[in-house]
Nanobody, 118 residues
Framework: DVQLVESGGGSVQAGGSLRLSCVAS????????MGWFRQAPGKEREGVAR???????TYTDSVKGRFTISEDNAKNTLYLHMNSLKPEDTAMYYC?????????????WGPGTQVTVS
């Protein structure tokens, strides 16, 4: 079974940094594009960052220049490096396998990891 387990969230002050991790298992990690999503209270889930089929990355406008998505295929792990955090980044963050070059998730959502910026 596919499993994606997010970690690394926490409470930080505005301007701070966090690194989220997503450990994948149950499939061949390197064969899939991956994405980070977030959902704030009362809002719809949105795509934040993703890896694309041409080894490029895509970010939603609000995080460009502040967040970086990366991955370690040897560790089956996806990362989201978040710098210059703002209160509006407060949300539950999720990782997912995605249909390459889209924000379409391929699996059910995992537990997520909470990020709170004050």
């Amino acid at each position: 079974d596919v499993q994606l387990v997010e970690s690394g969230g926490g409470s930080v002050q505005a301007g701070g940094s966090l690194r989220l991790s997503c450990v994948a298992s149950g499939y061949t990690y390197s064969r899939y594009c991956m994405g980070w999503f977030r959902q704030a209270p009362g809002k719809e889930r949105e795509g934040v960052a993703r890896t694309d089929s041409d080894d490029k990355t895509t970010y939603t406008d609000s995080v460009k220049g502040r967040f970086t998505i990366s991955e370690d295929n040897a560790k089956n792990t996806l990362y989201l490096h978040m710098n210059s955090l703002k209160p509006e980044d407060t949300a539950m963050y999720y990782c997912a396998r995605i249909s390459c070059d889209t924000w379409y998730p391929l699996d059910d959502w995992g537990p997520g990891t909470q990020v709170t910026v004050s």
